[in-house]
């Protein structure tokens, strides 16, 4: 016999535990520029299974990007997270080439924090 699992995707909790791990972010990366979400939790679509997309923007970094993506994981956190950790260079060379996950996430994403300069 089979086992159904009915979840459904608790937007409250997500949204805390986002506050609690960008703040965290923060404090623990001084070249982090700009955190963006983007994708279903801010076009309002989120479902079961949906999971939390954030693109992450550094002043600079000596590491390759798929380094920078264990960085930057959440180590708990109520659903699947995909960080984009990029360079404010990487950034730049992206948009102009039309990247469509960069210009997308730049154009309709909420800015959840931005260093002052």
């Known amino acids: 016999m089979s ?9 409250e909790a997500v949204h805390r535990a986002l ?3 960008v703040h965290a972010l923060v404090e623990r990366h001084p070249e982090l520029e700009e955190v963006v979400l983007f994708g279903s939790l801010v076009t309002g679509t989120p479902v079961p299974g949906s999971d939390v997309d954030l693109l992450l923007i550094l002043r600079e970094s000596d590491r390759p990007f798929l380094e920078r993506i ?3 994981l959440p180590s708990r956190f109520p659903v699947d997270v995909d960080v984009f950790p990029y360079t404010r260079a990487e ?7 039309r990247n469509w996950l960069v210009c ?8 959840l924090f931005r260093r002052s300069a």
Do not use: H, N
């Open 70 to 72: 264990a960085r930057f």
């Open 104 to 111: 997308s996430a730049l154009r309709t994403g909420r800015t």
């Open 19 to 21: 506050q609690e791990y």
């Open 91 to 97: 950034i730049e060379r992206m948009t102009a080439d």
């Open 3 to 11: 086992t159904v699992r009915v979840t459904y995707f608790d937007k």
